[in-house]
Structures are given as C-alpha cells and as structure tokens.
C-alpha cells in the first residue's frame, strides 16, 4: 500500500504544477482563439488532455526516479522540479501577459531541461526516462507554436 502511496503522491505533484498553472491562466485562456495559429495548431481542447497525460507520465517517472539509490538521484530530482517549475512559468507569460518572446524564451529553456533530465534519468531508470519522451515530444511541438505565433502575432 505505501508503494501507491508513494506513486499517487508523485502524480499528484505533477498534476498540482499543471492545475495550478491552470487555474492562474483561466481567464486568459481565450486569446488561444483570438490570436493568429499556425494550421497545425490543435484546437484548444485537446490541451487539457494531453497536459493530463503528460503530467500522468511525470509524476510515474518522478516516483521511479524518487526510489531509485543511484548516485545522480538529487541531480535528476533537482532538474525534474526546476523543470516543473519553469513549465508552471510558461503558461502565465503566453496566455496572461502575452508576452510571446519571453514565453518562448522559457520553453527554450524548458526544452533543454528536459533533454538534460532524460539523459540523466536514463542512468537511473530506462522507463522513467522513456516516459519523459512523450512531454519532450510535446513540448518541441509547443515551441514550433509559440515562435510561429510570436512571429505573426
């Protein structure tokens, strides 16, 4: 049982950083609609579902990073809520500052924490790396959003 615990309490962080950003962007959320998107942009349900997953797959990766006893545990904990922290920024800056340049700015430098914390988790553990890959996928596909609509916005 303490092993769920542990695993829930994990997801739990994860999905807190994102509602939390959520919540503090809610009223901001229809510029989405407002502004010029690129034809590959999804419409703006589906980012819900997948920020669920993705921190889903965060919080399960963070909790197998959590038990692990190899030597670069902190580093990875470390990089993994710098990096929680920085995703909590992004959405703020875009949506309720519109501040296209500085958002983008941040997902650059998300993009690349989450590079780091992939190499580094997979030392630790092959699946909690492999389980970033998805956010890291999205998040690459997010930073072609934001410069796209930086530039025509």
Do not use: C
């Not at 030392?123 to 072609?144: D, K, Q, T, V």
């Amino acid at each position: 049982m303490k092993k769920y615990k542990y695993i829930i309490l994990n997801i739990a962080i994860s999905l807190g950083i994102g509602g939390l950003s959520a919540f503090f962007t809610m009223n901001s959320m229809d510029i989405y609609q407002n502004i010029n998107r690129p034809k590959l942009a999804p419409p703006g349900y589906i980012f819900p579902i997948v920020w669920t997953i993705l921190y889903v797959l965060m919080g399960i990766s963070s909790y197998l990073i959590h038990r692990s006893n190899h030597k670069n545990k902190e580093t990875a904990l470390i990089i993994y809520y710098f990096q929680l922290l920085i995703n909590f920024s992004w959405p703020i800056f875009f949506f309720n500052y519109q501040n296209f340049l500085l958002a983008l700015a941040i997902l650059f430098i998300l993009n690349i924490l989450v590079i780091i914390l992939i190499k580094v988790t997979y030392s630790i553990n092959h699946l909690a790396s492999y389980l970033l890959i998805p956010y890291l996928i999205w998040i690459l596909f997010a930073l072609y959003l934001n410069f796209w609509i930086f530039i025509h916005n």
